[in-house]
T-cell receptor, first 115, second 109 residues
Framework: DTEVTQTPKHLVMGMTNKKSLKCEQHMGHRAMYWYKQKAKKPPELMFVYSYEKLSINESVPSRFSPECPNSSLLNLHLHALQPEDSALYLC??????????????FGPGTRLTVT | GQNIDQPTEMTATEGAIVQINCTYQTSGFNGLFWYQQHAGEAPTFLSYNVLDGLEEKGRFSSFLSRSKGYSYLLLKELQMKDSASYLCAVMDSNYQLIWGAGTKLIIKP
């Protein structure tokens, strides 16, 4: 199984809503990532979890809250988002923790629209 | 600062060969990755180079020159399905991926 799955595929939410994005992998990877990608731009790193601990937070606003319940699951909790947060949110995983040059496997993404 | 440059857009003909260049200036180097991304989809891994030289994988090859801060992705026998964005990413001294803006490749019949 070389797949990273993400749900939902599409999400429309108002600025006062609370929602969560989910990511799952069963490759035994110990590093998991959240990226944000705007149209025609490269992915922007948001968070990295290594061995289920948050190792990198790229100065992301607190309205985004990550959670890693176990080594296979990664969540991104959303609250009080702004329209400019509309983007494709990508989850990725890699074979080892941070500090190793392994390729990242990406999920299909969640297309988020904030109204 | 850290910088990765690649052309914004390229056009090629089905069956032909195309070379997509990437130049980089980063704080440290732990390898260079190429990813393919179709519109609205996730990036998929194509290749990884950490030593100088050419890595061949089917129709795709990737080249690296560390002294020149330069890489290219070579696509042979182009097919319509190769129309996508190609992202160059360098892993810096902190093992963080620094991404280029991507090259949109358009294949014409």
């Amino acid at each position: 199984d070389t797949e990273v799955t993400q749900t939902p595929k599409h999400l429309v939410m108002g600025m006062t809503n609370k929602k969560s994005l989910k990511c799952e992998q069963h490759m035994g990877h110990r590093a998991m990532y959240w990226y944000k990608q705007k149209a025609k731009k490269p992915p922007e790193l948001m968070f990295v979890y290594s061995y289920e601990k948050l190792s990198i937070n790229e100065s992301v606003p607190s309205r985004f809250s990550p959670e890693c319940p176990n080594s296979s699951l990664l969540n991104l909790h959303l609250h009080a988002l702004q329209p400019e947060d509309s983007a494709l949110y990508l989850c990725a995983s890699s074979q080892a923790g941070t500090g190793m040059p392994y390729e990242q496997y990406f999920g299909p993404g969640t297309r988020l629209t904030v109204t | 600062g850290q910088n990765i440059d690649q052309p914004t857009e390229m056009t090629a003909t089905e069956g032909a060969i195309v070379q997509i260049n990437c130049t980089y200036q980063t704080s440290g180097f732990n390898g260079l990755f190429w990813y393919q991304q179709h519109a609205g989809e996730a990036p998929t891994f194509l290749s990884y180079n950490v030593l100088d030289g050419l890595e061949e994988k089917g129709r795709f090859s990737s080249f690296l020159s560390r002294s020149k801060g330069y890489s290219y992705l070579l696509l042979k026998e182009l097919q319509m399905k190769d129309s996508a964005s190609y992202l160059c990413a360098v892993m810096d001294s902190n093992y963080q991926l620094i991404w280029g803006a991507g090259t949109k490749l358009i294949i014409k019949p």
